[in-house]
């Protein structure tokens, strides 16, 4: 399966966190705001903007307020 | 290999455009101004928002003007 991990970084340059494993689908609900939904069907809407992604090593992060 | 397809998609409901193959990377260059990289090196920088991402087909649209 092709999924990734999303990442939360702030913008001080804090460690990154883990949001949510095995992200299949990122939509956007609005300015800044996505709804993350996981291969198991979690779901968790986030605020922040795309930093990065790189699918190959399954890294997606967003930078957060 | 967990690369995807690129799309673009105009406002306008057209049909969407495959854009570049084989994505590995994408990070912001500026607002809605994307940088593309694919496995095999390939560059393409575009110009749109994401519209949606579903990693498992690995099918990810962006909406242009």
């Not at 990122?26 to 795309?50: C, H, M, N, Y």
């Amino acid at each position: 399966m092709c999924e990734a991990n999303v990442y939360l970084a702030a913008q001080d340059g804090a460690e990154e966190v883990l949001c949510l494993e095995s992200v299949d689908k990122i939509v956007p609900e609005g300015p800044d705001a996505w709804r993350l939904t996981s291969i198991f069907g979690e779901q968790k809407l986030i605020s922040g903007r795309i930093l990065s992604m790189s699918l190959v090593e399954h890294r997606i992060i967003f930078e957060t307020d």
